[in-house]
């Protein structure tokens, strides 16, 4: 609160710049001094000065209302910040890839939760070509996508290399390999994500690189469409390991490692806006996300 609000309210309150002096232990001719000036700047006499010390005028009662509802006003945001800060409220913001959010996210929103019971989370999914323009619009505080392309507008909070698999049901014909190609997987029916996946434009570009013709027989933005196409048999995919776990503990599917370089090199990364600090309850999720992640690529 600023002095002059506060020497103005204990004037008001004990009728007296003395009394306010020896409230506050400050001089008195400093707090008379402090009132002349904001007296000055609001062009108004706020206190009528009395042989016994002052009173109000019309005037300083209004301002005393103000000064009261300032000075609640300043105390609630104070609350507040103190609350983020033990993190008793909060509003967390993520746009996230589809692939991590059955599982990994969602655990890791619930463990936080446990420990902090108060924090609220607002979770998007779209593909990994939306999530950094969700994260620079202030849709959203936290971006998680697979193999983003780089951009300096961004600081990296964490990146786990995850390669893309080959995925199958068990009893695929293929399922018992060792290692496949793209261009041995594509021989079969195959399900992909539409363009805007990180995943399909890793594999659009290993078919460029490679001379290959990919003739999808299913094109979906949906990860759980893909995992439900080759766990139904009706074909292969190509997801990461994380988009799978579910599925690979339930030995609903198996996964197969693909040769082609570029897709053993993938990752999913978790990434910020440089220029625009993160809220405290946002913060300390992101470092509870990174651990959790951390210890399942250890």
Do not use: W
């Not at 910040?81 to 692939?99: A, H, N, P, Q, T």
């Not at 392309?149 to 290399?161: L, V």
């Amino acid at each position: 609160m600023e002095p002059s609000l506060r020497y103005f309210m204990a004037v008001a309150h004990s009728r007296s710049v003395n009394g306010a002096a020896t409230e506050l232990r400050i001089a008195a001719s400093a707090i008379s001094r402090q009132i002349t000036k904001l007296e000055n700047e609001l062009g108004v006499r706020l206190f009528e000065r009395k042989a016994y010390g002052v009173e109000l005028t019309p005037a300083g009662e209004v301002y005393l209302r103000h000064a009261r509802n300032t000075k609640l006003a300043i105390e609630r945001v104070v609350s507040e910040l103190d609350d983020l800060k033990e993190l008793r409220s909060g509003l967390v913001r993520i746009c996230s890839i589809e692939g991590i959010v059955g599982d990994l996210l969602t655990r890791a929103i619930v463990t936080f939760r446990e420990l902090y019971p108060g924090i609220e989370f607002s979770v998007t999914v779209k593909g990994t070509a939306q999530v950094p323009e969700s994260v620079a619009n202030s849709e959203a505080d936290i971006g998680i996508a697979f193999h983003p392309q780089p951009d300096e507008a961004f600081t990296t909070a964490f990146r786990i290399r995850d390669p893309l698999f080959a995925v199958m049901a068990p009893d695929h014909p293929a399922s018992g390999r060792k290692r496949l190609s793209l261009a041995e997987l594509i021989q079969y029916p195959i399900a992909v994500p539409e363009s805007v996946f990180g995943i399909r434009q890793l594999i659009d570009t290993t078919c460029k690189a490679n001379g290959l013709h990919l003739r999808p027989m299913v094109k979906t933005n949906s990860i759980e469409a893909l995992r439900a196409f080759a766990r139904q048999n009706g074909g292969v995919t190509v997801l990461p390991r994380l988009s799978i776990e579910r599925d690979l503990k339930a030995n609903t599917l198996v996964k197969i490692p693909l040769t082609d370089p570029i897709l053993t090199r993938a990752f999913f990364e978790a990434f910020t806006l440089r220029l625009r600090p993160l809220p405290i309850a946002s913060e300390r999720f992101l470092k509870h996300l990174s651990e959790l992640v951390r210890a399942i690529d250890r």
